[in-house]
């Protein structure tokens, strides 16, 4: 069993930074891939970036792709999403997320275990 614990959210304007972070439980937290999901309001929650049990492998949606960075330290097992360069387009809840597969997945059907959601809002 893996809790998971996303902190970090909060209000930026357009342009601006935020670091989320994802603090799990348990003893085999390199074990898991990890993802960060987002759902805006009356959408599907979607795949935004994904790591590796090792943290040797990521893979990022389009969206993000050059403005965020997904890394984790599995010693304070802990993962991190560093959102730069926001658009009011990025806000939406953020979600982490487990999955006992090796290597990333972009589906949420993919991951056994969720946060409870931090939430993101980028002001124009």
């Known amino acids: 069993q893996v809790q998971l614990v996303e902190s970090g959210g909060g209000l930026v304007q357009a342009g601006g930074s935020l670091r989320l972070s994802c603090a799990a439980s348990?003893?085999?937290?390199?074990?898991?891939?990890m993802g960060w999901f987002r759902q805006a309001p009356g959408k599907e929650r979607d795949f935004v970036a994904g790591?590796?049990?090792?943290?040797?492998?990521?893979y990022y949606s389009d969206s993000v792709k050059g403005r965020f960075t997904i890394s984790r330290d599995n010693a304070k097992n802990t993962v991190y999403l560093q959102m730069n360069s926001l658009k009011p387009e990025d806000t939406a809840v953020y979600y982490c997320?487990?999955?006992?597969?090796?290597?990333?997945?972009?589906?949420?059907?993919?991951?056994?275990?969720w946060g409870q959601g931090t939430q993101v809002t980028v002001s124009s």
């Open positions: 997320a487990a999955t006992s597969l090796p290597v990333v997945r972009t589906s949420t059907l993919q991951y056994n275990y």
């Open positions: 790591i590796s049990g090792s943290g040797s492998g990521t």
């Open positions: 348990g003893r085999t937290f390199s074990m898991y891939a």
